[in-house]
C-alpha cells in the first residue's frame, strides 16, 4: 500500500491564466492514515466560508489531522464528528494546529470528535 500526501485546500484551478478558486470545499468519510505531509488536511484560503471536515477518521496520533498555516489571513476549517483515534483531549489538541499553537494563525478550528469512527457512507 502506498502513502499518500495530505490534502492542501484550496485546490486551484487554472483556466487561461486565471486562478480559480472554488469554496468552500467538504470533507466527508475519509480515513487518513500515515500520510506523508506533516498534516493530513490543510486549509490556506476559504474566501466562501470555512472548509468542512465532518465524520473522517484521523488514525496517525502523532501526525497532524487538521492544520491551518501561519500568515493566511482568510484560512479557516470546520470540523465535527471527526474520529482522532483516541478520546484524550491533549492528543486530539495535538493533532489540530491552529491559533492556540501559533498567534500568526487567523483562527481556531472548530471542532468536535466521536468516540468510533463514523461508518455513514
Known amino acids: ?9 484550496p485546490i486551484q ?18 480515513v487518513f492514515v500515515d500520510q506523508t505531509t506533516a498534516y ?12 468542512v471536515v465532518n465524520n473522517n477518521s484521523f488514525l496517525s496520533t ?17 470540523a465535527s464528528n471527526n474520529y482522532f483515534s483516541t ?3 491533549a492528543v486530539i489538541n495535538n493533532m489540530i494546529h ?9 483562527s481556531n478550528i472548530s471542532t468536535s470528535h466521536t468516540s468510533t469512527p463514523s461508518l455513514d457512507i
Request: charged fraction near 15%.
Open 1 to 9: 500500500m502506498s502513502r499518500l500526501q495530505g490534502i492542501y485546500l
Open 13 to 30: 484551478e487554472v483556466f487561461q491564466s486565471v486562478k480559480v478558486i472554488t469554496c468552500p470545499y467538504m470533507l466527508y468519510n475519509n
Open 40 to 51: 493530513a488536511v490543510e486549509n490556506r484560503a476559504a474566501y466562501s466560508g470555512a472548509t
Open 62 to 78: 502523532n501526525l497532524v489531522a487538521l492544520s491551518l498555516p501561519s500568515g493566511y489571513d482568510s484560512a479557516a476549517i470546520s
Open 87 to 89: 478520546t484524550d483531549l
Open 98 to 106: 491552529d491559533k492556540t499553537d501559533d498567534l500568526g494563525i487567523a
